[in-house]
């Protein structure tokens, strides 16, 4: 089926999200809930705002531990900072089993349309939107939004480009609003002041206006979503050709492994590397799989790396999480360091 669906419903006891496109899964979100292990039901998700209060300062790393309502956080920039002080904080990602959450002191408070930067002035508008009259036009709303304060701070995404001006106009007052009761409240014992989007949040603001959105009982059914997801347990991965791949997470990194599979031909190698590299970004984001990426490529002649990295930096650059490609590593491995902005998907809902 072509064009663009989005489904959304329940896996287990957990709202779920799937973003299907010509037919094949292009994307999923899934809660973390009861049963996944390592993370508790209760793992902020990212974007969760909470009032923190200074614990331990960590001079050897430069951060800063803090208290937070239900145990503790990690701030990667603590210099200014004193043990005791209040302060707003903000979910970065899902820390690992026994390690602190991830925060940060710069908050960013996120719609479908605009992003709120409070402590950043100014009114911007994404790179993306290119076309200059388009770009005045969505200057001119945010001003009249913000009443021409000058200490207002946001930009414009990319999807503003097909909103109405009102929607954006509705979209950037709430979320002005939303902004300042959060940031109302700077002083007090931990509390959660804001919860992150779930799944089904999530994926309306991220995915954009698809061509059909289903939802209820039967969206997933409807849509053989269970059958996708599910597919999702297998760490391998088929390629054109007879050629494969495996994707599995461990402790310190995701190792990722290519063959070329029965063909022997001269070109084998350099064909199954090239159609994992495009691959790579869907099975990734499907798979809520971050951190450090270690790839095995099948065995390549070193004039073929140069072509392989630009296919690589083609297939991420329209990836909306953050990825890094420091490069070749002296055992001819590649490596990537992608953020960590989902919980794992864990398969346990077929129990």
């Not at 005045?136 to 109405?164: K, N, Q, Y």
């Not at 603001?205 to 959105?213: I, L, N, Y």
């Not at 022997?264 to 990426?293: V, Y």
Request: glycine share 10%.
């Amino acid at each position: 089926m072509k064009g663009r669906i989005v489904a959304l419903g329940q896996l287990g006891e957990r709202q779920a999200a799937a973003l299907i496109v010509d037919g094949a899964l292009d994307d999923f979100l899934i809660d973390p809930g009861p049963g996944t292990a390592p993370a508790p039901d209760t793992a902020p998700a990212p974007g969760t705002v909470f009032r923190a209060i200074c614990d331990r300062q960590l001079k050897g790393q430069g951060g800063m531990m803090v208290r937070l309502p239900d145990g503790s956080g990690f701030l990667r920039q603590g210099r200014g900072l004193r043990v005791g002080q209040c302060l707003l904080v903000q979910v970065t990602g899902y820390s690992e089993a026994g390690k602190a959450v991830p925060l940060t002191q710069r908050l960013l408070f996120k719609s479908r349309y605009v992003i709120v930067t409070p402590g950043a002035p100014g009114l911007n508008v994404s790179r993306a939107i290119r076309d200059e009259e388009t770009r005045v036009r969505l200057l001119e709303i945010a001003s009249d939004a913000t009443g021409g304060d000058p200490d207002a701070g946001l930009i414009l995404r990319s999807a503003a480009l097909h909103g109405t001006d009102t929607d954006i106009a509705t979209d950037i007052a709430a979320m002005l609003e939303l902004s300042a009761g959060v940031l109302a409240k700077p002083d007090g014992a931990p509390e959660l002041l804001l919860k992150g989007p779930g799944a089904h949040a999530l994926a309306r603001r991220e995915w954009g206006a698809p061509d059909e959105v289903a939802h209820g009982r039967d969206a997933f059914t409807d849509h053989g979503v269970h059958d996708m997801a599910a597919a999702l347990a297998s760490p391998r991965l088929a390629l054109p050709n007879g050629a494969f791949a495996f994707v599995e997470p461990t402790r310190a990194l995701v190792a990722v492994d290519v063959n070329t599979g029965p063909d022997t031909t001269p070109a084998a190698a350099l064909k199954a590397n090239i159609a994992l590299a495009r691959a790579l970004p869907r099975h990734l984001r499907c798979r809520g799989l971050g951190g450090q990426i270690t790839i095995d490529f099948a065995p390549l002649a070193k004039k073929h790396r140069p072509q392989l990295e630009q296919v690589l930096k083609a297939a991420f650059a329209h990836d909306p999480i953050e990825t890094a490609l420091p490069g070749w590593t002296p055992l001819g491995h590649f490596e990537l360091q992608r953020k960590r902005e989902r919980w794992p998907v864990v398969v346990d809902w077929l129990d």
